[in-house]
């Protein structure tokens, strides 16, 4: 098989599969742009604020957004693979996964003017806050970056390579929708039949 006709294989199956995962394909863009530039939005909290406990301690809120946000996949929620929500969709949607609850407690602390620290690992996003206290999934040895008031600090993380497989594979390929299956396996037929096999292979 000619080189040339490798490459516009490849070129056909990447983009028939991204067309596939992203059918509005700047949601991608949008969510790798929030997920450095969070879009964070206090004004967004004021129908959340109203029904907040009075008790306004961090780990109560956490608590209590945790519980008001049941986590859900974002092919669950917003049909794409990966997905990160203004908080305003995230209020409109009521549940999420990791990015949701970030992005509505983060609001909710700037609201509430209550210092906290972003951090984000190969797997999982979250607020640290003082007082906070560190969990496997949750704490500075697996961080990959955190930010704060200064700025952006990057790091090699501790990896557990296992789960993080295991969890990639429950994201992007056990909660994609039936359908979305069907036509991300059509494309690898079609590639093959388009081609690997001659023209005249492939008449009826």
Known sequence: MPARNRRLALVFLLIWSFLVLYPRPTALGESLYRLFVPPIEAGAMLPLLAELPEK????????????????????????????????????????????????????????????????????????????????PIENLKVALFYRDDEGIALKLPRINWRESATVTWEAFWVYMPPQRKRLLLAGLVFTFLLFFVPAEGRRL
Do not use: M
């Open 56 to 135: 306004q301690e961090p780990a109560e809120l956490e608590k209590y957004i945790l519980e008001r946000f049941p986590y859900y996949y974002d092919w669950q929620v917003y049909g794409f693979p990966w997905y990160f929500p203004t908080p305003a969709e995230a209020l409109e949607k009521g549940k999420g996964d990791c990015k949701t609850r970030f992005i509505v407690l983060a609001s909710l602390f700037t609201a509430l003017e209550i210092p906290y620290e972003l951090f984000i690992s190969p797997t999982h996003i979250w607020v640290s806050y003082e007082g906070k206290k560190e969990n």
